[in-house]
């Protein structure tokens, strides 16, 4: 007896759409978080203000306003530009509002790590004839992403789980082509509960693959 009445492969679309979505957000939402923490640790007091103002916003509002606020908001002030009703895709949506969100918290987590390197280390650096470049690349920046690693990787963990709240504005990813089998075969418990294992399955392969990157960095950072 097939228990998912034959709506194995669009639940498989949909994971297929929730990775494509994780890795777009991951990647646009890590270079905000650069710029977030760039702004952060700017000699500047206005870009400071600017930088803590992001981070504070995106950390402090519910992701889901987030999407809505990319979806209608953009939605309205394209309307306003073009004169006529403009819908955002809403992948692109979907992306643009993860990103922002993940980007706050990617940009604290790059700023801990930067200054959790000890000042020490950048004068003995300087000492020894290194360029302020040189010193960023090849002492402060190696130390730092060691630190970050694990809660980055923690962090795209959430990012990979958040994606389900895009299926409100009508994503087809997971949660959507859940919802739709469950309304069509009338068995909510049997579709949810085989979302969950696909869940579970991706992010089971994704914390395995930061171990093994956690592995990889510990020994470099004892040399």
Known sequence: MNLLQGYEGQL???????????????????????????????????????????????????????????????????????????????????????????????GEIARGALQAVPTAQREAARVLGLSRAQTLWMVVLPQAARTALAPFGNQTIVLLKQTSIVSIVGCDELMRKAAEASGATRQPFTMYLATACIYLALTGALTLGLDWAERKVAPQAVR
Do not use: M, N
Request: with cysteine; net charge positive.
């Open 12 to 106: 498989l679309t949909g994971a297929l759409t929730t990775l494509q979505l994780a890795a777009a957000s991951l990647l646009l939402g890590s270079l905000l978080g650069a710029a977030c923490c760039w702004l952060q640790l700017a000699p500047l007091r206005p870009l400071r203000v600017i930088g803590a103002g992001y981070a504070a916003v995106a950390r402090g509002v519910p992701d889901l306003l987030i999407v809505f606020a990319v979806f209608f908001g953009g939605s309205l002030t394209l309307a306003k530009l073009t004169g006529r009703h403009v819908e955002i895709d809403t992948f692109l949506a979907g992306v643009v509002a993860l990103a922002l969100s993940f980007g706050a918290y990617a």
